[in-house]
């Protein structure tokens, strides 16, 4: 076997890595805002005192995180349109119908787990710290400021960052409805040119880096902001 | 959705079986089953190799948990793929092969957990023994490992969990199981696409939830014991 990685610059190999590389990017940035807001709208949704609406929200959480991520692509991607309004379903095709769907996806699969992160970040903190605070006489916003919020980021940012971690390698599993990703190009080109080697290298390459990256971003957190930091 | 799953509920959980190969929910939890059964040896010395006092021995350790960590299972699924036949010279059915890359996979999570449950008993347990006289194979042997494994349980239930879902990605190199099930039966189908997937999700959903709670009803009677009052 010998290895050579030039081919990647003759034809349109390299453009196709590129456009994948690139693809994988935009699915994770765009999985990861809506995830992030919905786990935000999912947070403030857990404070409405009615219980068949909160086993509702249980459920549906439930669901996300115990399911697997290609499963719920799947059921999004070929089950979803059968029940969509008519309106709605010609808007999402207008454009990438594949990304759009592994966009909702991705990002009510990781807004489950972020909810979860963010809340337990939350009730980590004594109410009697609040109390507390505000009885020495600090406003509620100097009471979030200076004394929630430093304990409670603390709490949730490590798991966040892991879930980042997770989101980013599950964007390669949009590959199964054909949204054009690093993996799915990866896949394509092994099937033209049969260089497994080389184009695995490489897609293993980017992965690695994100992943490095990502890690190294939580290590720096946690060791700059510790969450045990009364010590 | 009841239909779906009252004409196709013995292929969504064994497959084609006896008449083929097992396959279905049956099929998953096999490869789940295996997959974590056979990484947890290699995980427990990964995890003593990442507290090790040799700091070669704990790089190695560090580089393996990072990389199986940080890359997608369908890019170790198609390297091992491209590399087992490779290796063995011959073909190798597609279920070997999806278990080879996912006791890699999970051999690196595992191995995280193993170091945590190692870590998160006191120091005093293994200066302890080895005071008293005990090797070091014999302390981790009979003092450190006996206490770590207990208190690691619900972790490794959760792995469990974990691994379950991971394995339902595996049908793209044509594995039988309940993901797998689930293509055939729409593609026999076509026109309840919903309902098909929303069974598969319920069968995913029935045995991850229920290994949930057990790893929370697990992880509260540790801590109880722990505390002493059980």
Same mark, same amino acid.
């Given at each position: 076997?010998?290895f050579?990685?030039a081919f990647l ?9 590129l456009g994948g590389?690139? &693809?994988? /990017?935009?699915?994770? *940035? ?10 935000l709208?999912l947070? #403030? ?10 086993w509702?929200?249980?459920? =549906?959480?439930?669901y996300h ?9 799947m059921?999004w991607y ?6 969509l309004?008519?309106?709605l379903r010609?808007w999402?095709? @207008?454009?990438?119908?594949e ?9 009510l ?5 972020m909810a ?8 980590a903190?004594?109410?009697? @710290? +609040?109390e507390? *605070?505000?009885?020495?006489g ?6 979030l ?11 949730? +940012? ?9 989101l ?6 949009? &590959?199964v409805i ?6 799915y190009?990866v896949?394509?080109i092994?099937?033209?040119t /049969?260089?497994? /080697?080389?184009?695995? *290298?490489?897609?293993t390459?980017?992965?690695?880096? %994100?992943?490095?990256?990502?890690m %190294?971003?939580?290590a +720096? /957190?946690a060791r700059r902001f510790?969450a045990d930091?009364?010590? | 959705?009841l239909?779906? =799953?009252?004409?196709?509920?013995t ?5 084609s079986?006896?008449n083929?190969?097992?396959g279905?929910? *049956? ?5 789940a ?5 056979l990484s947890?040896?290699i995980a427990v010395v ?5 507290l090790s ?11 393996? +948990? ?6 997608p299972?369908v890019m ?6 491209f ?5 063995t ?5 597609a279920f070997?092969?999806?278990?080879c890359a996912?006791?890699f996979y999970?051999s690196?999570?595992l191995a995280e957990i193993?170091r945590?449950?190692?870590?998160g ?11 008293? #006289?005990?090797?070091?194979?014999q ?5 450190? !490992?006996?206490?770590? !494994?207990?208190? &690691?349980?619900?972790s !490794?239930v959760?792995q469990f969990v974990s ?5 339902s ?13 689930? @293509?055939?039966v729409n593609s026999?189908?076509l026109?309840?696409a919903?309902?098909?997937? !929303?069974?598969l ?6 045995a991850?939830?229920a =290994?949930?709670?057990?790893?929370q009803l697990?992880e509260r ?8 009052l059980a």
């Amino acid at each position: 076997m010998s290895f050579d990685f030039a081919f990647l610059t003759s034809g349109n190999y390299g453009a196709l890595i590129l456009g994948g590389v690139l &693809m994988t /990017f935009r699915l994770f *940035a765009s999985a990861w805002v809506l995830g992030m807001l919905i786990a935000l709208v999912l947070v #403030g949704l857990r404070g409405v005192p009615l219980k068949p609406f909160q086993w509702l929200l249980s459920l =549906l959480i439930e669901y996300h995180r115990n399911v697997p991520t290609v499963v719920q692509i799947m059921v999004w991607y070929f089950g979803m349109p059968q029940i969509l309004p008519r309106e709605l379903r010609i808007w999402l095709n @207008q454009g990438d119908t594949e990304f759009m769907f592994a966009m909702i996806a991705l990002a009510l699969n990781v807004s489950a787990f972020m909810a979860q992160d963010i809340l337990s970040g939350m009730r980590a903190i004594p109410s009697t @710290q +609040v109390e507390a *605070a505000r009885s020495v006489g600090l406003s509620v916003l100097m009471t979030l400021r200076y004394v929630t919020l430093p304990q409670a980021i603390r709490i949730a +940012v490590p798991p966040l960052v892991n879930r980042s971690l997770i989101l980013f390698k599950d964007t390669s599993l949009a &590959m199964v409805i054909g949204v054009g990703e690093l993996t799915y190009q990866v896949r394509a080109i092994e099937n033209l040119t /049969f260089r497994s /080697f080389e184009v695995f *290298a490489v897609a293993t390459g980017v992965y690695l880096s %994100a992943a490095l990256i990502l890690m %190294a971003t939580g290590a +720096v /957190f946690a060791r700059r902001f510790p969450a045990d930091f009364r010590r | 959705m009841l239909d779906i =799953l009252h004409q196709y509920g013995t292929m969504f959980l064994i497959g084609s079986w006896p008449n083929g190969p097992i396959g279905g929910f *049956a099929g998953t939890l096999i490869l789940a089953g295996l997959g974590l059964g056979l990484s947890f040896p290699i995980a427990v010395v990964l995890g003593l190799a990442r507290l090790s006092v040799f700091e070669p021995v704990r790089w190695a350790a560090s580089a393996w +948990v990072i990389v199986f960590r940080g890359i997608p299972l369908v890019m170790i699924i198609f390297w091992a793929y491209f590399i087992v036949p490779v290796l063995t010279g011959t073909t190798v059915p597609a279920f070997l092969t999806a278990l080879c890359a996912i006791v890699f996979y999970e051999s690196a999570f595992l191995a995280e957990i193993v170091r945590a449950g190692i870590q998160g008993l006191p120091r005093g347990q293994t200066e302890a023994s080895r005071a008293a #006289g005990l090797s070091y194979v014999q302390t981790m042997r009979y003092v450190v !490992l006996p206490q770590a !494994l207990t208190n &690691m349980l619900p972790s !490794l239930v959760n792995q469990f969990v974990s691994t379950i879902k991971a394995t339902s990605i595996v049908y793209v190199i044509g594995v039988n199981e309940v993901t797998f099930a689930a @293509q055939q039966v729409n593609s026999i189908e076509l026109t309840h696409a919903l309902q098909t997937y !929303l069974v598969l999700a319920g069968f995913y959903f029935a045995a991850c939830y229920a =290994l949930s709670q057990l790893a929370q009803l697990l992880e509260r009677r540790l801590t109880r014991r722990r505390l002493g009052l059980a």
